[in-house]
């Protein structure tokens, strides 16, 4: 049983790995119940184009209330999920419920609204994610090109030329690819040109201290250089400061996500969200700066 369970390299007990396995059999009892007590939720934080503050989309992004333990943050328990079978059940609630929040932001009036959904490794290469995404086309009657598969460069190496296989099938019903917290993985550029990617999301880790920070600097402005010299579009993460802004936008990075703009906002204070911060589909104070 624990050998089932992910521990199979190792040749010897050790501690660490009964409460790895332990933790991870209790984790998958509480998503079940969460699952069925309706605990999840999707936070959606924007996009915004840097040059003119129009709203590309959101990425939508897992959020667990728990009864006893308040919000557990995605990074607590997804990693743990990684290679349960309740994370392909989690991962098909969390596309479900997109495609149920994209209809009402189709329906609001963000007639060109994306929203990116981060896929892990496991739920990536489940053999039934094409059919129960084209399912979803089918019900909520949304056309694939409001959605962005986020992938890391971690889920690609896993199993690479299924992975473009995969890839390859679902761009060709029109779903677009981002590869996530770039530059954190390992060899992304060799596969690269491989793969029919759309877009580039620079790693917020790379953005906090880019003003401060020389390489971190370097770093982006290369990135972005590259990102654009293929025809891709890139994305910035965690872009706090108007100052970032400002040199991400100087340096011709096309989109930007962060606190400055917007924390995610939970399910329930989006069509606030909407209608206080956006206007004709354009981030609302930049069009009032515009105007005056
Ligand atoms: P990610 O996909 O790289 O998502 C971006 C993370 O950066 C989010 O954390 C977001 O809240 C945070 N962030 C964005 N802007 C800022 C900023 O300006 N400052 C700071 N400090 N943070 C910022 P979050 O929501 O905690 O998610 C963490 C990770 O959990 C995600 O990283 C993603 O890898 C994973 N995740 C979240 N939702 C899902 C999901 O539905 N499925 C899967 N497979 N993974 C998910
Ligand atoms: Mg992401
Ligand atoms: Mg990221
Ligand atoms: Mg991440």
């Known amino acids: 049983e624990a050998k089932n369970n992910g521990g199979s390299q190792y040749h010897v007990y050790h501690p660490d790995m009964f409460k790895r396995v332990a933790k991870r059999v209790e984790l998958e009892g509480e998503v079940r119940q969460a699952l069925l ?9 924007p996009q915004l184009a840097a040059k003119d503050k129009k709203l590309i989309g959101f990425e939508a992004l897992l959020r667990w209330e728990h009864p006893d333990r308040g919000m557990i943050p995605p990074d607590e328990f997804i990693p743990i999920l990684e290679n349960s079978e309740y994370m392909i059940e989690l991962g098909y609630w969390v596309m479900r419920r997109c495609f149920e929040l994209t209809a009402e932001f189709i329906e609001q009036g963000l007639v060109d609204v994306r929203v990116a959904i981060n896929l892990s490794a496991m739920q990536f290469l489940d053999p039934h994610l094409s059919d129960y995404l084209r399912q979803l086309m089918r019900r909520f009657n949304i056309p694939a090109k409001h959605f962005e598969l986020e992938l890391t460069e971690q889920t690609l190496v896993s199993d690479i030329d299924k992975a473009i296989n995969v890839m390859y099938s679902l761009k060709n019903i029109g779903f677009s690819f981002a590869i996530d917290d770039f530059g954190t993985g390992y060899s992304s550029l060799a596969y690269l040109k491989k793969m029919p990617v759309d ?7 790379f953005v906090f201290g880019m003003l401060e920070n020389h390489s971190d ?9 590259m990102v654009k010299n293929l025809g891709l579009i890139v994305v910035a993460e965690g872009v706090e400061s108007g100052a970032q802004l400002r040199s991400l936008t100087m340096n011709d990075c096309d989109i930007i996500q962060g606190y400055y703009f917007s924390k995610p906002v939970p399910e329930k204070e989006l069509n606030e969200f909407i209608s206080e911060k956006i206007l004709d589909g354009y981030w609302k104070t930049q069009v009032k700066k515009d105007a005056t």
Not at 199 to 205: E, T
Request: net charge positive.
């Open 37 to 45: 007590k309706k605990q999840f939720s999707i936070a959606m934080q």
């Open 217 to 225: 600097y370097q770093i982006i402005m290369s990135t972005i250089a």
């Open 199 to 205: 877009v580039i999301k620079i790693d917020k880790s």
